[in-house]
């Protein structure tokens, strides 16, 4: 099934399934609701991918092919392109970033980065496993009759607006 086609439709999907895990992730860590902390203030439900590049990134790469790439605050998705996708490029610790698209070789060959992302690989087998069944239904839904597309409901390819 995968890779999926870099459509505006498929990529928006793929944002808001990891929202919707993100947030599951959260409440996972917080069983008793928000917390405070002194260095954060109120931890509360995320409301964006902000903190989720990791797992998105290595999710994009399984979903869409590409190369994780990034630098010590941010990794994203090179696509066989050159273009970057990064299902995190609204996220607020994103969008304060002052170059969250440099990348860093150096800094992602250190073992404690192999090491981070290590620990994010199962999370992101399970959010890929429960992406394709969900892509699955839709596509057999779509494919009913009764459900499939107008004419003009075509959908075009359409390349991330960050280019490398």
């Known amino acids: 099934m995968f890779p999926l086609p870099i459509t505006a439709d498929i990529i928006q999907r793929a944002k808001d399934f990891c929202l919707e895990q993100w ?31 990791k797992f998105t990134s290595l999710f994009a790469r399984e979903v869409f092919g590409g190369e994780v790439v990034g630098n010590y605050d941010h990794q994203f998705l090179r696509l066989h392109n050159g273009a970057i996708l990064d299902l995190n490029d609204g996220a607020k610790d994103v969008l304060a970033m002052d170059a969250p698209y440099e990348i860093d070789r150096d800094f992602f060959g250190s073992p404690d980065h192999a090491a981070s992302m290590e620990s994010c690989i199962p999370r992101v087998q399970e959010w890929v496993a429960a992406f394709s069944r969900e892509e699955r239904a839709l596509r057999l839904t779509r494919g009913a009759p009764g459900n499939r597309p107008e004419p003009d409901e075509k959908k075009k390819e359409i390349s991330p607006a960050i280019g490398m």
């Open 23 to 53: 947030k599951a992730r959260w409440h996972e860590r917080h069983p008793n609701g928000p917390i405070w902390t002194a260095i954060c203030g109120w931890d509360n439900e995320p409301d964006d991918l902000s903190s989720s590049c």
